[in-house]
């Protein structure tokens, strides 16, 4: 899994270049803000699209794993139960049962 760091665009610092107490200044202001959130939710959206389209691709290897276990299981205890029939019948032979 490869996750992008995105880092917001800094911004001016707002005391520096506008004077607080006018109120184009607490829009631009706002306006910096809401700009940094957009970008933010712009790439928490990217963030979590890669999440899930991670998340299929693991679902999709975790099914096939799952298939390939259970063949296995099913193949080793088919051998098993072979096994065990043929060492039943070797001792009912060795015992004179059969």
């Not at 665009?9 to 957009?38: G, H, N, W």
């Not at 790439?43 to 389209?53: T, Y």
Request: proline share 4%; charged share 25%.
């Amino acid at each position: 899994m490869n996750f992008t760091v995105h880092h917001a665009p800094a911004s001016p610092d707002s005391a520096s270049e506008i004077a607080p107490d006018t109120p184009a200044s607490q829009y631009v202001a706002l306006e910096m803000r809401v700009s940094r959130l957009e970008t933010a939710m712009e790439f928490i959206r990217e963030d979590i699209r890669n999440l899930r389209l991670e998340l299929k691709d693991l679902r999709a290897e975790f099914r096939v794993e799952i298939r390939e276990l259970r063949t296995d299981f099913r193949f080793l205890l088919g051998t098993l139960i072979t096994f065990g029939l043929g060492l039943a019948g070797m001792m009912a032979k060795g015992f004179h049962w059969i």
